[in-house]
C-alpha cells in the first residue's frame, strides 16, 4: 500500500504545477487546491505506514486517499466536462479495486465512484447512461473478481512464505537449541564433557602464546553414600547446588564443566605458580564444602581436587591423566585436599598408567598366582590356617607389587577380577589337598558394595566341592565405611552361607563397639602397626584393649606381624589367641605351605613359649 500512496503523491505532485500552467483565476485555484490536498495526504499516509497500523485504521486511510482522488476527477470534469473523461470513473473502479486491502472497502470506494458517474451523466448527457452505466458496472466487476482472486493468491503465498519462515526459524531455533544442549550438561546447566574438550583445544591455542592455564579436576567426597541414603533427587539437587556454587566461585576467569556423576573440570586462565593454585583451589574448597540445605535436609559434602598446568605441546590424555593422578592423591592422602601435579610426580604417574593399561587386558586366570602365609594357633601351639595372598606377573610388564596393582585396580574397577581368580584358585588349591586347612581370602569395598559380586562369590563357592567353613572372607573397617548398611547385608549373606568372616586391620579405622556387634565377624585381625612400638607402654595397653573387645565380643583375635621372639612374648601376653607374620614363614607358594602342614603335623610340634622355633619353609 505504500506503493501506491507514493504513486498517488507523484501524480498529483506532477498536476499541481500543471495546473498553473493551464488554468487561471478560480479554476487555478480549485485544481491546485485539490491536487496539493491529494499529495499531501498520500505523502502523509505514504509515512504512516512505516509503523504498523490496525485494518480498520488502514481501510479509512485508503479511502480517504480515493475519495481526494475522485474529489481531483469531478473539480476536473466540473471545469471543462468531455464525455470522453467519463472512462476515468472507470478507471477509478479499477484502481479502488486492485488497490483495496479488503472486501468491504474496494467495495464501498466503488460504490462511491460509480454513483459520481451516475450523476455526472444524468446531469450532463442522460442518454449515455445505459451505455456508461454498462461499462462501468463490467469493469467494476471484472476489477473486483480479478483483485479478489488476486488478493487471495498472493495472500496464500505470504502466508506459505510466512510459515515456511517460520518453520525455518523455529528449526534454527531448534538446531541452537540443540547445538546449546549437545554442549550443556542437562541437570546442571554447565558446559558438558563434548564442550569442555573443546574449550581445552582453545585454551591451549592460548597456551601456546604465552598466556598461563591451568587443569583443575574436583570429584565430590562421599557423593554415593548422599545418593544411597536420601536417594537421587536429593543427589541431583546437590550436584545442582554444587554446580550453582562453582560458577560463582569461577566467574569469567575460569571455565566449569560437569564431566559425568560427581565429576567437574575446570580450566581456570591463571599465571600462578603451584602456590597460587593451590590457594585459589583451596578457597574453592572451602566454597563447596560450605552446608547445603536441600529439601530441608542439611547436607555436608567435601571435595578432592588435582591441578595440572597447561602444556601446548602436550595431549589431552596425557595432561588429563597427570591431573587425575594427582587427585587420586588428594582422595588417598584423606580427601577434602588439593593435589598439584609436579615433577617427582611424573615417573610414578607413567608406570601407574602402565600398570592400568596391563590390568586392562590382563588374563587374570592366567597371570595371578597364590602365596600364602600361615596363621599360628597359640594356644594348640600349630597352624591352623592360612591366608592367600595375590601375586600378579604382567607378561608387558613383569612383577608388579601388591601395593601398587591392587590399589590401581581398585581405582579402575577391576578388582572384582582379581577377587574372582584368587577366589577360584584358592578353592582349587584346597579340593587339591587331601587335609586342609582353611584359607582366608580378601574382599575389596567394592566387591563388598556390589550385590552382583557378592552373588558371583556365592555362586562360585557353591559349584566347588569345598564346604564354606574352610573359606574364610577378610574384610576391612574402611571397606565398609561408603555403605555400612549394604556391606552389612552381605557380609550376612556370606556368614549365612556357612562363612567365616574377619576383620583385618582391625584398630587403624572407624568402627565402633556397638556396630561391630551388628556384623557377624568371627574374627578380628590386629593390623601390624601396633607392632612397631612395642616398647612403648601405651602401645601395649591399646594391645590389651583391642584383644579384650575381642573377647568382650566372643570372637577370635588374630596378631599380625609377629616377626621376632619378643614380638611372639608380647602377643601372648596380651592375650592374642592366634599370630600371623614372617616369624613362622614368609609367604610361600602351595607346594612349600602343604610341606610346612605335613612336617607340622608328623612331629606333632607344640611351641614351646620358652623356646620358640622357627617353622621350616
Wanted: glycine residues 6%; proline residues 3%.
Amino acid at each position: 500500500m505504500r506503493g501506491y500512496f507514493l504513486v498517488v503523491a507523484a501524480y498529483y505532485g506532477l498536476m499541481t504545477p500543471g495546473h498553473m500552467l493551464t488554468l487561471t483565476g478560480f479554476e487555478l485555484v480549485t485544481m491546485v487546491t485539490a491536487s496539493t490536498t491529494a499529495c499531501l495526504v498520500a505523502i502523509a499516509a505514504w509515512y504512516r505506514l512505516r509503523s504498523a497500523m490496525k485494518m480498520g485504521a488502514m481501510e479509512g486511510l485508503i479511502s480517504l486517499v480515493n475519495l481526494l482522488i475522485l474529489a481531483n476527477v469531478m473539480a476536473a470534469l466540473t471545469i471543462d466536462y468531455h464525455a470522453a473523461k467519463l472512462v476515468y470513473f472507470v478507471m477509478m473502479a479499477m484502481i479502488f479495486a486492485f488497490a483495496s486491502i479488503s472486501l468491504r472497502q474496494g467495495l464501498a470506494s466503488i460504490t462511491v465512484a460509480l454513483a459520481c458517474l451516475f450523476w455526472v451523466i444524468s446531469a450532463r448527457t442522460p442518454a449515455d447512461m445505459v451505455t456508461w452505466g454498462f461499462v462501468a458496472f463490467a469493469a467494476a466487476l471484472s476489477s473486483v473478481a480479478i483483485a479478489y482472486y488476486l488478493r487471495r493468491v498472493i495472500g496464500l503465498a505470504v502466508m506459505a512464505r510466512t510459515e515456511a519462515e517460520g518453520r525455518l526459524a523455529s528449526a534454527e531455533k531448534r538446531s541452537r537449541e540443540m547445538h546449546l544442549e549437545s554442549l550443556s550438561d542437562s541437570l546442571t546447566g554447565l558446559p558438558n564433557r563434548r564442550a569442555f574438550f573443546r574449550e581445552l583445544q582453545l585454551r591451549k591455542d592460548l597456551v601456546a602464546r604465552d598466556v598461563g592455564h591451568w587443569l583443575v579436576l574436583l570429584d565430590l567426597d562421599g557423593f554415593k553414600a548422599v545418593n544411597d541414603n536420601y536417594g537421587h533427587l536429593i543427589g541431583d539437587a546437590l550436584l545442582q547446588a554444587v554446580a550453582k556454587r562453582l560458577r560463582d566461585h569461577c566467574g569469567q576467569e575460569a571455565f566449569a564443566s560437569r564431566m559425568g556423576g560427581d565429576e567437574f573440570n575446570i580450566i581456570l586462565a591463571s599465571d600462578e605458580d603451584a602456590a597460587g593454585i593451590e590457594r585459589w583451589s583451596q578457597s574453592l574448597l572451602e566454597a563447596v564444602a560450605e552446608t547445603y540445605l536441600i529439601e530441608d535436609r542439611l547436607i555436608q559434602i567435601s571435595a578432592s581436587l588435582g591441578c595440572h598446568l597447561l602444556e601446548a605441546g602436550a595431549s589431552d590424555n596425557s595432561m588429563i591423566r597427570n591431573a587425575d593422578y594427582a587427585l587420586l592423591r588428594a582422595k588417598r592422602d584423606g580427601k577434602n585436599r588439593v593435589v598439584v601435579f609436579r615433577e617427582e610426580h611424573a615417573e610414578d604417574a607413567a608406570l601407574r598408567f602402565k600398570v592400568e593399561q596391563s590390568l586392562r587386558v590382563a588374563s587374570f586366570a592366567d597371570e595371578i598366582e597364590l602365596l600364602f602365609q600361615p596363621q599360628f594357633d597359640l594356644g594348640l601351639g600349630r597352624i591352623v590356617s592360612a591366608e592367600a595372598l595375590a601375586r600378579w606377573h604382567s607378561p608387558s610388564i613383569g612383577q608388579v607389587g601388591p601395593n601398587r596393582f591392587i590399589k590401581i585396580a581398585e581405582d579402575c574397577g577391576l578388582i572384582s577380577r582379581i577377587t574372582v581368580a584368587v577366589l577360584a584358585k584358592s578353592l582349587a588349591f584346597i579340593e587339591s589337598w587331601d587335609d586342609p586347612v582353611p584359607l582366608s581370602v580378601n574382599l575389596s569395598g567394592h566387591d563388598l558394595m556390589s550385590d552382583q559380586v557378592i552373588e558371583q562369590v556365592m555362586a562360585i563357592v557353591a559349584q566347588s566341592k569345598v564346604p564354606p567353613e574352610l573359606l574364610e572372607f577378610e574384610i576391612t573397617e574402611t571397606a565398609m565405611m561408603p555403605d555400612t548398611a549394604r556391606a552389612s547385608q552381605n557380609l550376612h549373606r556370606l556368614a549365612a552361607r556357612g562363612h567365616p568372616l574377619s576383620l583385618d586391620d582391625f584398630g587403624t579405622g572407624y568402627s565402633n563397639f556397638s556396630y561391630l556387634r551388628s556384623l557377624p565377624i568371627s574374627k578380628l585381625k590386629v593390623d601390624r602397626a601396633f607392632m612397631q612400638d612395642l616398647g612403648d607402654p601405651m602401645t601395649e595397653k591399646v594391645l590389651y584393649s583391642l584383644t579384650g573387645m575381642a573377647r568382650t565380643l566372643d570372637v577370635h583375635c588374630l596378631l599380625e606381624g609377629i616377626e621376632t621372639e619378643l614380638e611372639l612374648l608380647a602377643a601372648k601376653r596380651v592375650g592374642a589367641q592366634s599370630v600371623q607374620g614372617f616369624y613362622f614363614g614368609r609367604p610361600m607358594d602351595g607346594a612349600a605351605l602343604k610341606q610346612l602342614l605335613a612336617n607340622d603335623r608328623k612331629a606333632d610340634r607344640v611351641v614351646n613359649l620358652a623356646e620358640p622355633k622357627r617353622a621350616a619353609i
